[in-house]
């Protein structure tokens, strides 16, 4: 097989014998017959030997091979490939209305290439994780339970790797991130709380979403009141946590401590560095 060889393939064994026809198709726009030798370039449109008309039928039948490197091939592959009972690939199957899919080899390549280098990928950063990245990881993917051995949480981080890699580099790469894994060290440390898919800061709505409330996080305005939350649980050392400390810290400077309640829970051995006028 080559690069430009396309076959069709029956769903089910009785469409293997069974005799299938297909007609050239009428535009339903124009009420013409569809414009099949406009698909093909100007010189293969030279080369063609066949006439294509709307009295023109195509059987059809299981492995059927289609060179698209030949004119009067391709111009057949067009027609049938715009039946209803053939599904565009494999992956897009309807039992109920299709009886046939295009195998497409070189594109089935491409897939599986790319797949294996998105897996690479994502193994890849799993693997220069810490210990506590893994955990930020996994509570991001909604994956995390407090019951679960460092093996365990590894181990389901390399599943996702297998199954869903493009959700890992997503994580890596994620602008957000280090907010992402603030958030959920707020929720975990209590200063937020998730109500009815609400994050609130005792009676006050911080976000409507993860989205919103990564905003408030981020806005200047809140800055001394961040500060003040990061310097009070033992996540402080997160190295992701202390670069949003630093970037805030300078912030809450300029700005006085809000008057949002914030719960005094001091991290062991370590002097708050809270700033305010």
Known sequence: MTGNIKRLIAIDKKYHEAPVYICAKEDPRTKTLVDYEGRLSANERKELSVKIDGDTQLRVSHLMQFDLDNPNDKIYFEIIS???MVAPSKEEVNPGSHR???EDKEYEARVSISKTRLKAQAFKVVALLSLED???YARILGKYASDLSATQVEALLYDKCEDKPKEIIDISTDRDLKYKILLNKLL???FITSVNGKYMNGTEVVGISEDFSIQWLKD???SAVVTQWI???SGF???NVAAIYEDHET???EEPVSTVAVKSKKRKGTKAKIKSK
Request: aromatic share 12%; charged share 30%; proline share 8%.
């Open 134 to 136: 893994m955990v930020n």
């Open 231 to 233: 310097s009070s649980f």
């Open 82 to 84: 715009d039946d209803k």
């Open 100 to 102: 046939y899919y295009i």
């Open 251 to 253: 912030k809450s400077i």
């Open 220 to 222: 200047p305005k809140n």
């Open 237 to 239: 050392e997160s190295p």
């Open 188 to 190: 975990d440390n209590n």
